[in-house]
């Protein structure tokens, strides 16, 4: 029992569920005992009523029969019927058989007393009074019949019928008994139902009670203590519930005081820790401030780098120089919001640009750049601000004193030189030191743009050098990549490729450059596969490839080289050619040995001939004397032949000496014609002479020999005779002297080669005509040693003309020039400085000879003294002297150092070949031992009389021939 209870006591739903069950227990039990009375009240009523109702069906059932009977009995006596009458009887035993069943039925006393008098009647009416009436009827006897009725026989029936009557009326009063019993007793039923449902209720609201006390009370405490809790109050574990209580309730108290424990321990430790995060909260505040500092720091410095980038955006790429400096002033203005500016180069031409500003005004800054102002900036190197009052012509319409910032700043090179200096005017506002910091970062972009700016131009001019060396080259160079296009060309490859300039060729493909070349050349298919090999298959061995170009008479001699870089190939590089003159000569040697075998071997077979025929055959003496002038002219004309290859030769190697003097051109030629005259009678010759300046300065016997060439072909080349005319002009300061012939004429494009050795015009008119084709070169090359110049104009069939030309020499001819000479001969003083007696004897000698005064010096100190003391009007020096420690360079050096000896004349006289050397050290000509004597009195006569006239120094003709 004692388990039991503590069952229930340790849970609160148990004790609910108890109350609930118990409650419903109750409630069913009187429930269905409620219910069963009803039940039995309506059963016991409904069977009483049956009864009832069987009782009167059966009352009526006998009222019924006896009706009938009375009826059939009347209806038999009054219509003697014998239906009726069986009728009767028939009727008798219904009421019988009723009358039985009510006994059966019956239950109450009025019930047995009315089946008894029912029973009598029954008796006597069908047992006496029928039977009897109808034998009286039967008889006849209906006095009889009536008399029965009388006496008694009709009231007896009326009796029963009322006491019939009287009997179903009490039926029916026991029905209704019944009725009003059971609506009774089903009040009271219901009266009872009704105390239940209360009772049941009153029940409910115990539970209700007993619960809310038991739930109610310690939750609103609980409540309560939570509410103080959460408003914070202060709670002690004294006013938490203590309760002894084992149910949930009483869990719930333990756990909320364990609860509340805890939360109190929590919450102190939350405000410790609050504390703590407090002080970490004003800790992460200052580093907050410091954050934002340098994110503010950081905007700053973005903006200025914003600034910074916009700037070098907008700096021009290009590298025109105007172009940069315009847009560096511009940019410069924006990113100062400058109002006006300017950059102006430290180089010679001070180039600028400005923004803003009048030409006025940009012309008054450059021409003060290095005053004070900007002199600061050359000197500390660093910019500086201004601030100064608006002049007039700024202000606009403003009236009030208005003030301008003025931002100087210096552009420094690596080398920390002023580079540029830029200046910028700000109405606006002032400088600030930030803003002029970021101003010197910008100068050193700008001073990166104006480097790259310079490199590039120091680069575009090395180009330009590279391409004026490879122009002056005389080989056509071409640098063409691994594609084919061209990259680098000279001007002469330009002409090789037929292109106007060399910058039609920039970039151009192998197809576009090579195309020009092709097509002139005549070996087009071969030089295009030689080529492409090249450059496509880098086929770079090949030989060296020789083509023509028919149209320039050139030959060319083409070849490659490959171009590496780091071991990769770039491209070829082409080098073409002009071997024409080598080509020629190749040509001209075979001509060579083909003429030469002719010209020799004539002349020797009849040398051979005749000498062979004096040796075998005895011959008349004036047959031997006309042999031997055979023999002796043939042997000339083979010395002629032999002196014309060596002339060539001597010539063409620059040994040839020419013994210049001032000779007059007249005489040489008449003595030529005279000569020549001899070997012709068909020619008629003419000499006219136009000009008296007829004096040239030049070597007799090679200006002889250049009119024998010139009139000697004359006559060779007009085999049908003719006039032979030479003519003596002037034309502009030159002597010009044409030989003119009848003749052949020379096909036009022989001319451009009448002058190489050997060539001689092929066609056969000529062929049988003798020679060797070094006539007209060696005129040539004597010409041209006496500055002069040949050419020729001629006609097929016509003639030719040949004109030569040398320079006049107008002094030698006139009688002031003449004396002239002479003057300066006698009074022109020469030092000689050699240390070779016989050889200083020699010159002393022709010197005196031709008139100058002359002194001899051996050593070079004592040269120095004696030309200082004497200043004479040339000096002849020798270079390797005796005294070693001075030589003629030394003397030379000296003089020429000194300003009042500088401009004495000097003549070297040396066996070393150092020509160059003592004209770079400023001598006046260079004599190589050995060489005439004559020929330094000419030099030395020449270069004063030059000197003087000219106020110049005379270089004198035949140097070249030294
Ligand atoms: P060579 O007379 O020995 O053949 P040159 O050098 O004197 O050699 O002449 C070269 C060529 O020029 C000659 O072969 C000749 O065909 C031509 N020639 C020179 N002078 C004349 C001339 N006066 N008239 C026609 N042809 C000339």
Not at 193 to 199: E, K, S, Y
Request: glycine content about 4%.
């Amino acid at each position: 029992m004692e388990k039991m209870r503590s069952y229930f006591r340790q849970s609160f739903a148990r004790q609910f569920i108890l109350l609930v069950a118990s409650f419903f227990i109750i409630f069913v039990v009187g429930a269905t005992a409620l219910s069963m009375y009803q039940a039995t009240l309506v059963t016991s009523f409904e069977k009483k009523k049956n009864q009832i109702e069987m009782k009167m069906k059966y009352a009526q059932e006998i009222e019924q029969a006896f009706n009938q009977a009375f009826s059939d009995a009347r209806g038999y006596l009054a219509f003697n019927r014998k239906e009726f009458k069986l009728s009767i009887f028939r009727e008798q035993e219904n009421a019988q058989t009723g009358l039985d069943a009510l006994e059966l039925a019956a239950t109450t006393k009025d019930d047995k007393q009315f089946i008894l008098k029912a029973r009598q009647f029954a008796s006597y009416y069908f047992g006496d009074l029928v039977p009897e009436a109808i034998e009286a009827f039967e008889s006849g006897n209906i006095q009889k019949v009536l008399s029965l009725s009388e006496n008694g026989g009709t009231a007896s029936i009326e009796q029963f019928q009322f006491q019939m009557k009287t009997y179903k009326q009490s039926l029916n009063d026991q029905l209704d008994g019944a009725f009003r019993q059971l609506s009774k007793e089903q009040q009271i039923a219901q009266t009872a139902f009704i105390v239940f449902v209360f009772l049941m209720l009153f029940l409910l609201a115990a539970i209700a009670r007993i619960m809310t006390k038991k739930i109610g009370a310690p939750l609103r405490a609980l409540a309560h203590m939570a509410e103080k809790i959460a408003n914070d109050e202060q709670v002690h574990n004294n006013d938490v519930i203590h309760t002894a209580r084992e149910d949930e309730i009483g869990k719930l108290a333990q756990a909320f005081r364990k609860m509340l424990m805890s939360i109190q321990e929590k919450e102190e430790s939350l405000m410790a820790h609050n504390e703590e995060l407090l002080a970490q909260q004003d800790e992460l505040e200052v580093q907050q401030a410091e954050l934002e500092q340098a994110l503010e720091a950081m905007q700053a410095r973005e903006r200025e780098l914003e600034r910074y980038n916009d700037f070098i955006q907008g700096l021009s790429n290009s590298l025109d120089r105007q172009e940069v400096l315009h847009s560096i002033v511009f940019n410069m203005a924006r990113v100062m919001e400058a109002d006006r500016g300017m950059i102006v180069l430290m180089n010679e031409q001070k180039t600028y640009a400005a923004f803003g500003l009048s030409p006025y005004g940009v012309e008054q800054f450059l021409t003060y750049v290095y005053n004070g102002l900007h002199q600061r900036l050359f000197e500390q190197k660093k910019p500086f601000v201004l601030k100064r009052e608006v002049a007039a012509s700024e202000k606009g319409y403003h009236e009030e004193t208005m003030f301008v910032h003025d931002v100087f700043l210096p552009v420094l090179s690596n080398e920390s030189k002023v580079q540029a200096i830029l200046v910028f005017s700000r109405f606006g506002g002032p400088f600030s030191d930030e803003e002029v910091h970021e101003y010197v970062g910008l100068t050193k972009q700008i001073s990166i743009s104006l480097q790259k700016m310079e490199l590039y131009e120091q680069t575009e001019q090395a180009r330009e050098t590279v391409q004026h060396i490879l122009n002056t080259v005389q080989e056509g160079i071409h640098f063409v990549d691994r594609d084919g296009n061209s990259v680098i060309v000279n001007k002469q490859m330009a002409d090789l490729l037929q292109k106007e300039t060399i910058a039609e060729l920039g970039g151009a493909s192998y197809e576009q450059w090579a195309r020009g070349l092709i097509e002139q050349s005549d070996a087009g298919k071969t030089l295009c596969d030689y080529l492409r090999a090249i450059i496509f298959n880098g086929d770079e061995e090949r030989e060296p490839f020789v083509y023509h170009l028919p149209q320039k008479r050139k030959v060319i001699q083409v070849y490659a080289k490959p171009l590496y870089r780091n071991g990769e190939r770039q491209g070829t590089v082409f080098v073409h050619r002009d071997i024409t003159k080598e080509f020629e000569v190749d040509q001209m040697k075979s001509e060579f040995v083909s003429t030469v075998s002719h010209e020799l071997r004539t002349p020797l077979s009849s040398v051979l001939g005749f000498t062979e025929l004096m040796l075998t055959k005895e011959l008349k003496p004036e047959r031997q004397k006309k042999y031997l002038t055979t023999i002796y002219q043939e042997a000339k004309r083979l010395t002629a032949l032999i002196n014309d290859f060596l002339d060539v030769q001597r010539m063409e190697s620059g040994k040839q000496t020419y013994d210049k003097k001032y000779e007059d051109l007249v005489s040489i030629i008449e003595n030529v014609i005279e000569t020549q005259k001899v070997n012709t009678t068909i020619h008629q010759f003419r000499l006219q002479k136009e000009t008296d300046k007829t004096t040239v300065l030049g070597d007799r016997d090679k200006l002889a020999q250049v009119f024998t060439n010139l009139i000697s072909n004359a006559i060779k080349y007009s085999p049908d005779g003719g006039n032979i005319t030479v003519r003596i002009y002037e034309r502009g300061n030159r002597l010009c002297v044409d030989v003119q012939d009848e003749g052949l004429g020379i096909p036009e494009e022989a001319l451009p080669h009448l002058f190489t050795k050997f060539y001689r015009v092929d066609n056969s008119d000529r062929r049988r005509i003798g020679g060797t084709g070094l006539g007209l070169a060696i005129v040539k090359e004597i010409v041209k040693a006496h500055e002069g110049e040949v050419a020729v104009t001629s006609e097929l069939k016509k003639g030719s003309t040949f004109t030569i030309s040398f320079p006049l020499v107008v002094m030698a001819r006139s009688r002031e020039d003449e004396r002239d000479i002479d003057d300066k001969q006698a009074h022109a003083h020469v030092i000689i400085v050699e240390d070779d007696e016989n050889l200083a004897a020699l010159l002393e000698a022709e010197l005196k000879d031709s008139g100058f005064r002359v002194k001899l010096v051996k050593e070079g100190k004592e040269a120095i003294e004696l030309i200082q003391k004497e200043k004479p009007d040339a000096v002849v020096l020798d270079i390797m002297l005796e005294e070693h420690d001075v030589s003629g360079w030394d003397v030379l050096k000296e003089l020429k150092q000194n300003e009042e000896l500088a401009h004495i004349p000097i003549i070297i006289s040396s066996a070393l070949e150092e020509r160059e050397k003592g004209m770079a050290l400023g001598a006046n000509s260079y004599l190589v031992k050995p060489y005439q004597p004559s020929q330094l009195s000419k030099t030395i006569l020449q270069m004063l009389l030059n000197k003087e006239r000219q106020g110049e120094i005379f270089v004198p003709l035949n140097e070249e021939a030294n």
